[in-house]
């Protein structure tokens, strides 16, 4: 009786330590998406070099995005985001997946496309 009171014991406290983990992963991702709400604003040059444009994407916590890009003119593109499996996922227009890492007292967003690698730096407002 005392064997099968130790096994259950031990049965019992693998499992808790075991379901514990989960709640870390969860939280890690709860902290990540609380970090992208707010507006991110970038200013890039065009291909050719000659004269800039803003891209602008507000983050809402209910994983709505908003993009605005200002060059000549304006346009606001409504989208969607998502971090799932560690990498950010973009729905605006089309679907784009990116690494991401925040800097600068998360201030700082660097965000890099899966497709090409070339890193963009957008700054929180």
Do not use: R
């Amino acid at each position: 009786m005392k064997k099968q009171l130790l096994l259950f014991g031990i049965v019992v406290l693998l499992v808790c330590v075991g379901l514990s983990g989960c709640n870390q992963i969860s939280n890690t991702l709860n902290s990540d998406k609380s970090k992208f709400v707010g507006t991110w604003k970038t200013d890039i040059k065009n291909q050719y070099g000659v004269g800039n444009y803003t891209d602008t994407y507000i983050f809402f916590s209910d994983g709505t995005l908003s993009t605005t890009y200002l060059g000549s003119g304006s346009v606001n593109i409504p989208g969607s985001w998502e971090i799932k499996d560690g990498k950010l996922v973009l729905t605006v227009m089309v679907q784009a997946v990116y690494n991401y890492s925040f800097s600068n007292n998360d201030h700082t967003l660097t965000l890099t496309p899966m497709a090409d690698g070339e890193s963009q730096h957008f700054y929180k407002q």
